[in-house]
């Protein structure tokens, strides 16, 4: 190939890579969301590490998780219910100044030097019940700021290579902070990068919100969301694996603060290097992801990416020095991030719009609600059989799931093909022949 040949292919690459920036409101939002999730990222790590020099207790460290995560689990199904009845966009907008309140609340109880246990965890339990909301608003809206839907694929890739990025920033950040100034400075920065996102969101030109002229009960309206969801097998085992995946496997970041201090014998520095290592894996996921031209593919990395992220929990759990840890982390985060957004791809590229925030609510509960359920059984683990045994377990049934999940694929996509062929996803072929057509002669 000739020099101009090659530049003209990394152009068409580097353009295909960043094509769902065209979109004035999904560029809008990713620069309000890039300094948004740092601050966010930085929150996290911050709170992790207040619960455990507070305490001590790695109880109170999967108590802290649990709080923050299990009100999606709760609340999911009735939200997904109403971003299909609401309009999104005031939905996310709301629930963004809310979760400025709340990181300026805790910003303000440590400056006060009266911050207990007890209200880092209910401020927490707020979030969560802010999240709940966020979470599938958010998800359904992404492909409102998009005109062209063939572009959601690589707006979802997007929008998680965003989240990665400022995850593999935040957490070093807020480690050298906290080892400089405490964890409030990093709560304050959090509520105050707020700003960024609901600006963005104020200057999008959002077409005017229609209701529906007919609105079912909401109890009704959520048993046809669940049926619809779970009666489809394809989207049952996704969500089924999602779950699995996160309760299990996805836990093991409530327990980092243990391993930072007590088997690699570090600080809330090592925390944040190991957080941000972690995502430098995700990033590189969610960019392989941005660049791929199809949603054809998905299902076979849907199905062997927990397996990888399984198999890198056990070596992070036998391993007791630093520099094999931190070469683990990318490759935990990697396989996460890539079964993640594959899903939510898939999700989105097959549900049907007038279902799209219950199935969105539902993808939320099984990626982020059933963590709280993980982080409370891992804390308890913890706390009786170590931490290291404890992720070795989860990485375990990470394996287990992605094989029995890898079993039901073929099935799978037999199911898929109409859907595919009626997206214009793949061509309308001739069924194939049998293997010894002369035997029906």
């Given at each position: 190939?000739?020099?101009?040949?090659?530049?003209?292919?990394?152009?068409?690459?580097?353009?295909?890579?960043?094509?769902?920036?065209?979109?004035?409101?999904?560029?809008?939002?990713?620069?309000?969301?890039g300094?948004?999730?740092?601050?966010?990222?930085?929150?996290?790590?911050?709170?992790?590490?207040?619960?455990?020099?507070?305490?001590?207790?790695?109880?109170?460290l999967?108590?802290s998780?649990?709080?923050?995560?299990?009100?999606?689990?709760?609340?999911?199904?009735?939200?997904?219910?109403?971003?299909?009845?609401?309009?999104?966009?005031?939905?996310?907008?709301?629930?963004?100044?809310?979760?400025?309140?709340?990181?300026?609340?805790?910003?303000?109880?440590?400056?006060?030097?009266?911050?207990?246990?007890w209200?880092?965890?209910?401020?927490?339990?707020?979030?969560?019940?802010?999240?709940?909301?966020?979470?599938?608003?958010?998800?359904?809206?992404?492909?409102?700021?998009?005109?062209?839907?063939?572009?959601?694929?690589?707006?979802?890739?997007?929008?998680?290579?965003?989240?990665?990025?400022?995850?593999?920033?935040?957490?070093?950040?807020?480690?050298?902070?906290?080892?400089?100034t405490?964890?409030?400075?990093?709560?304050?920065?959090?509520?105050?990068?707020?700003?960024?996102?609901?600006?963005?969101?104020?200057?999008?030109?959002?077409?005017?919100?229609?209701?529906?002229?007919?609105?079912?009960?909401?109890?009704?309206?959520?048993?046809?969301?669940?049926?619809?969801a779970?009666?489809?097998?394809p989207?049952?085992?996704?969500?089924?694996?999602?779950?699995?995946?996160?309760?299990?496997?996805?836990?093991?970041?409530?327990?980092?603060?243990?391993?930072?201090?007590q088997?690699?014998?570090?600080?809330?520095?090592?925390?944040?290097?190991?957080?941000s290592?972690?995502?430098?894996?995700?990033l590189?996921?969610?960019?392989?992801?941005?660049?791929?031209?199809?949603?054809?593919?998905?299902?076979?990395?849907?199905?062997?990416?927990?397996?990888?992220?399984?198999?890198g929990?056990?070596?992070?759990?036998?391993?007791?020095?630093?520099?094999?840890?931190?070469?683990?982390?990318?490759?935990?985060?990697?396989?996460?991030?890539?079964?993640?957004?594959?899903?939510?791809?898939?999700?989105?590229?097959?549900?049907?719009?007038?279902?799209?925030?219950?199935?969105?609510?539902?993808?939320?509960?099984?990626?982020?609600?059933?963590?709280?359920?993980?982080?409370?059984?891992?804390?308890?683990?913890a706390?009786?059989?170590?931490?290291?045994?404890?992720?070795?377990?989860?990485?375990?049934c990470?394996v287990?799931?992605?094989?029995?999940?890898?079993r039901?694929?073929?099935?799978?996509?037999?199911?898929?093909?109409?859907?595919?062929?009626?997206?214009?996803?793949?061509?309308?072929?001739?069924?194939?022949?049998?293997?010894?057509?002369?035997?029906?002669?």
């Open positions: 190939m000739t020099p101009q040949g090659e530049k003209t292919s990394w152009s068409a690459h580097f353009q295909r890579l960043f094509r769902a920036l065209e979109h004035r409101n999904f560029r809008l939002f990713i620069m309000g969301q300094l948004s999730l740092i601050g966010t990222w930085m929150q996290l790590t911050a709170v992790s590490w207040l619960v455990w020099r507070l305490g001590h207790s790695a109880l109170l999967g108590l998780g649990f709080a923050a995560r299990v009100p999606t689990f709760v609340m999911a199904p009735f939200a997904g219910v109403l971003v299909d009845r609401m309009n999104r966009y005031r939905l996310v907008l709301l629930t963004q100044v809310l979760s400025m309140i709340q990181a300026l609340l805790l910003a303000a109880l440590m400056y006060s030097g009266h911050v207990e246990i209200h880092v965890i209910t401020l927490s339990l707020f979030l969560g019940f802010i999240n709940a909301l966020d979470v599938p608003a958010r998800q359904s809206f992404l492909i409102q700021m998009i005109d062209r839907r063939e572009d959601l694929t690589n707006a979802i890739a997007l929008n998680s290579s965003m989240f990665n990025a400022a995850r593999l920033v935040g957490p070093a950040m807020a480690g050298l902070l906290i080892a400089a405490g964890e409030a400075f990093c709560f304050l920065l959090n509520g105050l990068s707020y700003a960024a996102v609901i600006a963005g969101l104020l200057m999008m030109r959002i077409p005017p919100y229609v209701r529906a002229a007919r609105q079912t009960a909401m109890l009704e309206s959520l048993t046809a969301g669940f049926r619809y779970f009666g489809f097998s989207i049952r085992s996704l969500l089924l694996l999602l779950a699995l995946v996160s309760m299990t496997g996805g836990s093991y970041a409530q327990l980092l603060p243990i391993f930072a201090q088997i690699l014998h570090g600080d809330a520095r090592t925390q944040g290097f190991l957080i290592a972690g995502a430098a894996g995700a590189t996921g969610a960019l392989y992801l941005a660049g791929r031209r199809s949603v054809r593919g998905l299902g076979r990395l849907i199905a062997w990416m927990p397996a990888l992220f399984g198999a929990l056990v070596v992070m759990g036998l391993s007791d020095r630093l520099w094999l840890t931190l070469l683990t982390m990318p490759v935990i985060g990697l396989a996460l991030m890539i079964q993640m957004a594959s899903t939510n791809t898939l999700l989105q590229t097959i549900v049907e719009d007038d279902m799209r925030g219950r199935v969105m609510s539902f993808y939320s509960m099984a990626f982020m609600g059933t963590v709280p359920l993980g982080s409370l059984l891992a804390g308890v683990l706390h009786f059989i170590g931490a290291p045994m404890t992720v070795i377990l989860s990485g375990l990470c287990v799931g992605a094989l029995l999940f890898a039901r694929l073929p099935a799978l996509r037999r199911v898929l093909r109409p859907i595919y062929v009626r997206r214009g996803i793949i061509s309308e072929e001739p069924e194939p022949l049998p293997p010894n057509p002369g035997v029906l002669s």
